[in-house]
């Protein structure tokens, strides 16, 4: 116990230091924040973009800010949340006409997409865009992302860009599922009526993956694994939905059913009256996961149920799957080895990335320009009030000026909009905090610029 509590008082010390300290090698002071939304990337050329050279301009509208609003097209904007233009002037100083594909980054997760998803134009007209999912950004252990250069480590190199374009699902893998349909219980003993699945297995040649179980007790000397669930309730949870066990290689052996009072399943507290209907079947693991994904949408656990494309959240699924979960050779956490499908699934939804934006071939003619724009509503960085020291109420908005692949600048702005919304608390950006006009031409050699306000 004095061990224990140890690691979390120096747990605690830490992140109270981490809460305003600055990690930047630049003289500045910018804050290393417990809750980093992520820098605003700079646009990336994809096939490279010799001769062509950019001017860009960032406007932070904080028009609003501090309040929760609504904008006109649906989407809710909390009290840090604001509004970001971020627009390039593209110049082909080339004798011949040149054709470029751009891709323009942005951090979020699946939750969030239909509220951070930035609409694109070029020339000022609106264009439809490809959109590229990336891994989740932590890096295993999860690793949460916490400065703007952890963004530039894990984008440097072109890994995380080409890993995010490759197909890697095994989409006709061969599955036997087991799937268990009307489980009862009388309730009339037990605090939580449980069921449980025992069976041997070889663990070299065979896999399990689960969807409605709850607990997991495994001997990997002899082969033997137990599956267990609560028995759902009438009008409950997960009342009248099956429960499933997925096998990817040899099948397991004779599977005995046993009910007990509660999840603990002691012996002496076996319980008669807990029954399931089994049923074995073959398909591929795509065609499970597609119908345990629609299983999980209808059960409420998206957030944005109406608005993701469900084909996203299953290729990010099965990325994770197959590069940190059951089916890899790195399993990233003890929970992923348990093969537990609700895991996956729940972490493929809510978990940072960055995504990429891909608005097609961009054409400029010999000696002319393109003007592109992304807009997009951007979250604040913030500290976690109750271990803040010094920072209360402090929001950080970050801009990224370089990565691999992106444009040579030979200009760049930033505009501050709706100033009457906010105190400036620290930034490197220049702007004069009681002028009329908050703008300024920023130093495109510096790779960040930030800015951090407080509600006025």
Known sequence: MKIVSIILAVAICLALLGGCKSTDDTPYG??????????????????????????????????????????????????????IADSYILTNNTPYDTTIAVLYPFSGSLAQLDKLRPAVTVDGDAIATQLIVGSLSGGFALDTITSWQGYVDLLSGGNYLSRAMQASAPVGLPVIVYEFSNIHSDFTRGEAPSLAASFDIDFERSTVLTFGFNGLHLVTDVGFMRHALFVPQAGGYRYDRSAYLVVIGDDIGVMSIQGYENLGLHPGQELDDVTADVTRFETTLSEILQHLLNDFSDSGWLLETDALDKSLLYDASMELLVSYGALSNTIAFLRYRSGCLFEIFNAAH????????????????????????????????????????????????????????????????????????????????????????????????????????RTR
């Open 350 to 453: 809510l978990m940072e990335r960055v995504f990429f934006l891909s608005p097609a071939m961009i054409n400029i003619p010999a000696g002319e320009s393109v003007s592109i724009r992304a807009e997009f509503i951007k979250p604040g960085s913030f500290d976690f009030p109750s271990m803040s020291q010094g920072n209360e109420g402090v929001n950080g908005y970050d801009i990224l000026t370089r990565l691999d692949g992106s444009l040579q600048l030979t200009g760049l702005t930033a505009e501050i909009l709706g100033s009457q919304y906010i105190e400036i608390v620290r930034q490197n950006f220049g702007v004069a905090p009681d002028s009329a006009v908050l703008s300024s031409a920023l130093d495109f050699d510096e790779p960040h610029h930030f800015i951090e306000v």
């Open 30 to 83: 910018a804050t290393q924040f417990m809750s980093y939304a992520g820098p605003v990337f700079p646009l990336m050329a994809l096939n490279g973009a010799d001769g062509i050279t950019a001017t860009r301009a960032v406007t932070f509208d904080f028009m609003g800010f501090g309040e929760t609003r609504t904008t006109a097209d649906g989407l809710q904007m909390y009290h840090n949340d604001i509004r």
